[in-house]
């Protein structure tokens, strides 16, 4: 179901026309009341009248994280207190958080956006969705709340955390649309065997996730465990939260960006060139129609790729492939660039391996070593050394021909790998540089 | 006529042994022949006990990866060449041995070998074709 028909499927010329009014007028705003922009734009050189096409878009500068953190709490704001009704925040694991505001109107606006999202998912006003995106200064909880509730269907507030309950609830409840992070929804997976209780009799139909990278192979994971249709979803909160992008579940190719609210483009993250729709590279975002706190040309430090190829759902909104790492997740590994994503594809070509596992990277006599620890489960097990070995071998193999870096692989037990509620450990790195 | 073993995962680390055969005892089940294969960074734990059923509940409980093979027991006397004339028989057959490991019969100075095959229902065959002594899993796990 296309949840807003006249915007999701608008013609490319119309959607343009509308975007570069809202830019200009987001422009203007921003120009005036957030002094950061002001300032930026000052010192390339420009005023917002300067911009007369999409075009015009890239001499814009940048906004980074970095950016975001210098004016912390509350500098980044382009309307006054009295106008915002919620904040949010992103953890701070890798430093200070960055802290944005909505008003009531962006409030309603991304609860359209998930809305939209929701829908494109597969969820219908009939649906009954078990939320398990954790509520709180993180934006997942709520912006899937907010949205369900808009879409009419009945939302179920489990947030993230206490399993068992869930499987429960599951049960007993019957939802039918799964809202959670991938690495969750195969913990949610592993209780529920353990706990005896089989997918096979719920009532899943759809699940959408999101808030981390995740593969295909994951995804064929997860929805021959669960016997769903999985999509994925994307945003930040940065942009606004969940909503920003969502794969349709008719073609599950990409996901659409919902481009009369943002504007996205790929730039090399090394030199800051905007890229051709096909090519790889970092995402940046304008927000378009957010009044609290507007971005300009945000840098994401996603990697993905833009594509305006028709799609079989009848959305005109350019695609963007799944996030398949992030710049700043990249290790460079005896200066090869590799990301974890990457080793995720190449253990789960293989059929007996499942997506536990780890990366450990050090430095010993100045060479950076490379160790995948993987978690011998038993369709892995053999009870001959040789079988197992033959396994190591492979995988190195593999990742050698693959990545072209070489790979200590080490089977571990079962469950000695972290596993988090939320977002998944992948990456240790001990190197001291 | 074959023998029911379970093999076990572990990391080369100390205690992953003691750990096992203390779930084990816990839970009342006996240990009839153990044997240990390890590289640098693995091991793999081959036991036959007396109750596999229970053994594998318990392991798999504390997380434990636990396989389950058919192996093939063969009563070897304690005289010169007695191994020799088994592997002999064997190896005229054309029959790999994947892994094998023995223990001693209870009271006795016999001892009981576990042979690991690929082919194991040839290899069943040949051995008693032979007069070889195999002995029943249900017997083993008596003993
Ligand atoms: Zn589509």
């Known amino acids: 179901m296309i949840f807003n028909i006249d915007y999701e499927t608008m013609p490319r010329e119309g959607l343009e026309a509308i975007q570069l009014r ?57 309307v006054p207190m009295d106008n915002v009704v919620r904040i949010h925040a992103s953890s701070g694991t890798t430093g200070q958080p960055t802290v944005v505001g909505y008003t009531a109107r962006d409030i309603d606006t991304w609860a359209r956006l998930m809305a939209r999202s929701l829908a494109a998912g597969g969820a219908t006003s009939g649906d009954i969705i078990h939320n398990a995106y954790g509520y709180g200064l993180f934006t997942g909880g709520l912006g899937v709340h907010y949205g369900a509730e808009k879409l009419g269907a009945s939302i179920i507030p489990v947030s993230g955390g206490n399993t068992k309950r869930q499987i429960i609830i599951m049960k007993d409840f019957g939802p039918t649309i799964l809202t959670a992070t991938p690495s969750y929804t195969l913990h949610l997976a592993e209780v529920a065997e353990e706990m005896g ?133 990249m290790l460079i590994i005896r200066g090869v660039n590799v990301f974890p994503s990457q080793i995720e594809s190449v253990l789960m070509q293989i059929d007996e391996v499942e997506p536990h596992y780890q990366l450990i990277v050090d430095r010993k006599d100045n060479l950076d070593t490379l160790s995948v620890l993987v978690e011998v489960g038993e369709r892995l097990f053999s009870d001959e050394v040789k079988k197992l070995q033959d396994l190591e071998k492979r995988i190195s193999k593999d990742i050698k021909e693959i990545l072209g870096v070489s790979a200590a692989v080490k089977l571990v037990e079962p469950k000695t790998i972290a596993r988090s509620q939320g977002k998944a450990v992948r990456v240790i790195d001990n190197r001291k540089l | 006529m074959k023998v029911e073993q379970i093999s076990i995962f572990l990391e080369n680390k100390s ?102 095959f690929e082919q194991l229902d040839k290899a069943v065959k040949v051995l008693k074709e032979n007069s070889v002594n195999v002995i029943d899993g249900d017997q083993v796990y008596k003993l």
């Open chain 2, 15 to 116: 205690g992953r042994i003691a750990e096992v055969t203390r779930i084990l005892a816990e839970a009342g089940v006996n240990i009839r022949a153990l044997s240990i294969a390890d590289t640098s960074d693995f091991g793999i734990l081959r036991l036959i006990v007396d109750d596999n059923q229970k053994a594998e509940v318990v392991l798999k409980k504390q997380n434990v990866t636990v396989g389950k093979t058919f192996v093939v027991a063969v009563e070897v006397e304690d005289k010169p060449g007695g191994l020799h004339r088994i592997m002999g028989i064997l190896f005229k057959a054309d029959l790999n041995v994947e892994y094998m490991y023995s223990f001693v019969k209870p009271n006795t100075t016999d001892a009981v070998m576990i042979f690991r």
């Open chain 1, 197 to 329: 209780v089989s997918f096979r009799d719920l009532k899943f139909k759809f699940g959408i996730f999101g808030a981390e990278p995740w593969s295909e192979n994951m995804r064929q994971e997860i929805e021959n465990k669960l016997r769903i249709i999985a999509v994925d979803i994307y945003g930040l909160s940065e942009v606004m939260g969940p909503g920003v992008a969502i794969e349709c579940h008719e073609a599950k190719a990409g996901l659409h960006v919902f481009e009369d609210h943002f504007i996205p483009e790929i730039i090399d993250p090394e030199t800051g060139e905007v890229l051709p729709y096909g090519e790889n590279g970092e995402l940046v975002f304008t927000s378009i129609t957010k009044e609290a706190f507007p971005v300009i040309r945000y840098r994401t430090r996603d990697i993905s790729t833009l594509s305006t190829e028709p799609c079989i759902c009848g959305r005109t909104h350019v695609r963007m492939t799944r996030v398949s790492g992030r710049t700043d997740d």
């Open chain 1, 22 to 78: 809202r830019l200009q007028a987001t422009l203007e705003r921003v120009y005036a009341t957030v002094p950061f922009y002001q300032k930026k734009f000052e010192e390339a050189g420009i005023i917002p009248s300067d911009i007369e096409s999409l075009q015009d878009l890239h001499k814009i500068p940048f906004t980074t994280k970095q950016d975001l953190r210098d004016n912390y709490p509350f500098g980044m704001f382009a």
